[in-house]
């Protein structure tokens, strides 16, 4: 025995090890979490939130940073639920607030509209036959890092739990968690003129 046993209670070795931080609600993570991870990315950010509005308001210099990034070369995309679907319309029914999820998804095509056209921004709607599994579950990958939020029965996002992941190898809970956003991304829709 060449551990203790606290000692090996306290060591991640399995697929825990990716499980950096987690959170009871998406509103308790800190900002400055998110705008390390959105700083940090080098390669991809990939927003798989169903609105991501909040993203506007929680991230400092969100806008600017974004504009940067593509700049630099990184590949960033939004994966949006579309306003005018009918899982929108029963996430409304289901979530009954005053700010509605047609209202979230609009708030954040006005501030992608106002970035203008940037080479490497890239937003889809998911397909119809995916919007369900779209809305239950928000994947925010920041090159190898992730967070995560699976939607809990009537809550917001906000309200719902939040899991920081950073990839320690293949087939862990990052690569599970990124491959449910990639297929949802692949049979995504482009966005319609307005």
């Known amino acids: 025995m060449i551990w203790p046993q606290a000692v090996k209670d306290r060591i991640k070795s399995g697929h825990?090890?990716?499980?950096?931080q987690s959170y009871p609600y998406r509103s308790a993570c800190p900002s400055t979490v998110w705008a390390d991870l959105i700083g940090s990315a080098g390669e991809e950010l990939f927003f798989a939130g169903y609105t991501n509005y909040f993203l506007w308001t929680q991230v400092p210099a969100f806008a600017?940073?974004?504009?940067r990034k593509?700049?630099?070369g990184c590949r960033v995309r939004f994966l949006l639920g579309d306003p005018e679907g009918q899982v929108t319309r029963e996430r409304e029914v289901v979530e009954d607030v005053a700010l509605s999820v047609s209202t979230r998804i609009h708030i954040t095509l006005e501030n992608l509209d106002r970035l203008g056209k940037l080479d490497g921004l890239e937003?889809?709607?998911s397909a119809p036959e995916d919007a369900t599994n779209h809305v239950s579950l928000s994947v925010?990958?920041?090159d190898h890092e992730?967070?995560?939020?699976?939607h809990l029965a009537r809550l917001v996002g906000h309200d719902s739990p939040l899991l920081h992941l950073r990839r320690h190898g293949e087939k862990g809970m990052f690569e599970r968690f990124s491959e449910h956003a990639e297929e949802l991304w692949q049979a995504a829709l482009p966005l319609r003129t307005r």
């Open 146 to 150: 992730a967070l995560v939020t699976p």
């Open 140 to 142: 925010f990958r920041f």
């Open 123 to 125: 937003t889809r709607f």
């Open 70 to 72: 593509a700049a630099e």
């Open 64 to 67: 600017d940073t974004l504009r």
């Open 16 to 20: 825990d090890r990716e499980l950096v």
